[in-house]
């Protein structure tokens, strides 16, 4: 098997240059390209033509999770592996319905890491120690929001108005209100406040993952 060609999906530099460095004269690994955003992920992908692209979870203006979803979606053949500080099963969750086939924490031993993106490489899925048992389910506490449900809360904890996320959803000022309360709901969140709070302090969690 030729050399699994590997971009790298991190916002940190620092990072970046750490991962190629744990990842430098292993076996089965080229690291062909870094990217530091959405943007210059997506260029890369089209120019370098890796086979597998190691996702940071957290990065800022499109996360990872979602930007797995947009390569995915217009490169179906790429393998996408997580990368992640953060266990929270949401996320796990998350990243496996956005398309990605793997997900494995930062903190694992190089060998565990060498180990996802060959696995992920040879067209296997692959879990990081511990992360197994909460795959494939949100966490219970709680429940999954849905795609458009994030990108409201993710503008909420923009300071966004209902009349502007409307506007920059293209959506009606209604139908925002609708996707408000049922996030309320599903949440179990008592009133706006404790909204915007918990918009907040979960987006700023994701954008540290």
């Given at each position: 098997m030729?050399?699994?060609?590997?971009?790298?999906?991190?916002?940190?530099?620092?990072?970046?240059?750490?991962?190629?460095?744990?990842?430098?004269?292993?076996?089965?690994?080229?690291?062909?390209?870094?990217?530091?955003?959405?943007?210059?992920?997506?260029?890369?992908?089209?120019?370098l033509?890796?086979?597998?692209?190691?996702?940071?979870?957290?990065?800022?203006?499109?996360?990872?999770?979602?930007?797995?979803?947009?390569?995915?979606?217009?490169?179906?053949?790429?393998?996408?592996?997580?990368?992640?500080?953060?266990?929270?099963?949401?996320?796990?969750?998350?990243?496996?319905?956005?398309?990605?086939?793997?997900?494995?924490?930062?903190?694992?031993?190089?060998?565990?890491?060498?180990?996802?993106?060959?696995?992920?490489?040879?067209?296997?899925?692959?879990?990081?120690?511990?992360?197994?048992?909460?795959?494939?389910?949100?966490?219970?506490?709680?429940?999954?929001?849905?795609?458009?449900?994030?990108?409201?809360?993710?503008?909420?904890?923009?300071?966004?108005?209902?009349?502007?996320?409307a506007?920059?959803?293209?959506?009606?000022?209604?139908t925002?209100?609708?996707?408000?309360?049922?996030?309320?709901?599903?949440?179990?969140?008592?009133?706006?406040?404790?909204?915007?709070?918990?918009?907040?302090?979960?987006?700023?969690?994701?954008?540290?993952?």
């Open positions: 030729n050399d699994c060609k590997v971009l790298l999906v991190d916002d940190h530099p620092l990072v970046r240059e750490g991962l190629r460095a744990r990842l430098s004269g292993v076996a089965g690994i080229e690291v062909v390209g870094e990217a530091g955003d959405a943007a210059q992920a997506f260029e890369q992908v089209e120019w033509r890796p086979d597998l692209v190691l996702m940071d979870v957290g990065m800022k203006q499109v996360n990872g999770i979602e930007l797995t979803a947009r390569l995915r979606e217009r490169h179906p053949t790429l393998r996408v592996l997580m990368l992640s500080m953060y266990d929270n099963p949401e996320y796990v969750h998350r990243a496996l319905a956005a398309g990605a086939h793997g997900y494995v924490l930062k903190e694992a031993p190089s060998e565990e890491i060498v180990a996802a993106i060959l696995a992920v490489a040879e067209g296997r899925n692959f879990l990081g120690s511990g992360l197994a048992a909460t795959a494939g389910r949100p966490d219970e506490s709680r429940p999954l929001l849905s795609a458009r449900e994030t990108e409201i809360l993710r503008c909420l904890a923009d300071g966004l108005a209902s009349r502007q996320i506007e920059t959803l293209g959506m009606s000022v209604r925002v209100e609708t996707h408000r309360h049922n996030i309320r709901r599903k949440l179990d969140l008592a009133g706006q406040a404790e909204l915007i709070k918990y918009a907040v302090e979960r987006c700023r969690s994701i954008g540290g993952a």
